[in-house]
């Protein structure tokens, strides 16, 4: 079955310092892994995308890791602002070798706060 | 670009009545679309796959005739809630697909609206 697992649940931190979220899944075959940035009460937002053969990838203060062997992926956030208060999801999509559509799994999230 | 669009971004209806909520993409076709319901600090829960002009494909759990899904345009799907009660109040979620089939799996989400039944 396949599963994405996030950490922490929920972190608060202060304004101005880093953090780093973890995302862990057990996806087959692998295709893709994005990051979202959910807002309360909005719908998510595409933050990251990054297949099989890419390491990193860069969205402004947000970065984003994958290790295709251990099946990890962080996301970091540089210099935190007010505004990255959010729910970050991990989503890992899955294309059937057999033919049809991509199927993404979705993590529970991780709630962050940032406060002042 | 890649805007989708829901209305009413929040509901609020008596127990038993029928509510129905509208995706739009607003600057692209979308040959696929989704509609996802989210709990209270939740993930997101597929509900069901909607492809232009043919049926939804739910998931396992999903009555379809409780949530009927239309997709009749490349830019509109609507979900209807049927006899709405309390534990269907939710945060409904679409997202459309863009793209050729296959070839990319890039999701654009909607807002979400906010249902509350009493």
């Known amino acids: 079955k396949n599963q994405v697992e996030q950490s922490p649940q929920s972190l608060i931190i202060l304004e101005g310092k880093n953090c780093t979220l973890q995302?862990?899944?057990?996806?087959?075959?692998?295709?893709?892994l994005r990051w979202y940035k959910q807002d309360t009460g909005r719908g998510p937002v595409s933050l990251t995308i990054?297949?099989?053969?890419?390491n990193t990838k860069s969205n402004g203060r947000y970065t984003a890791t994958l290790d295709a062997d251990t099946k990890q992926s962080s996301l970091h956030i540089t210099a935190s602002q007010l505004s990255d208060s959010a729910s970050y999801i991990c989503?890992?999509?899955?294309?059937?070798?057999?033919?049809?559509?991509?199927?993404?799994?979705f993590g529970r999230g991780t709630s962050l706060i940032v406060h002042p | 670009g890649a805007v989708v669009s829901q209305h009413p971004s929040w509901v609020i209806c008596k127990s038993g009545t029928s509510v129905k909520i509208e995706c739009r993409s607003l600057?692209?076709?979308?040959?696929?679309m989704f509609w996802y319901r989210q709990f209270p600090k939740q993930s997101l829960m597929l509900m069901a796959t909607?492809?232009?002009?043919?049926?939804?494909?739910?998931e396992q759990g999903v009555e379809k005739d409780k949530f009927l899904i239309n997709h009749a345009s490349l830019t509109l799907s609507t979900l209807t809630v049927t006899s709405a009660h309390p534990e269907d109040s939710s945060f409904y979620i679409c997202s459309a697909r863009t793209g050729v089939l296959f070839s990319t799996d890039t999701q654009y989400f909607g807002p979400g609206t906010r249902l509350t039944v009493l």
């Open positions: 995302c862990n899944y057990t996806v087959s075959p692998f295709s893709n």
């Open positions: 989503v890992v999509s899955a294309l059937p070798a057999s033919g049809g559509s991509y199927i993404p799994t």
């Open positions: 909607s492809n232009e002009g043919s049926k939804a494909t739910y």
């Open positions: 600057d692209f076709q979308a040959t696929t």
């Open positions: 990054m297949t099989f053969s890419e």
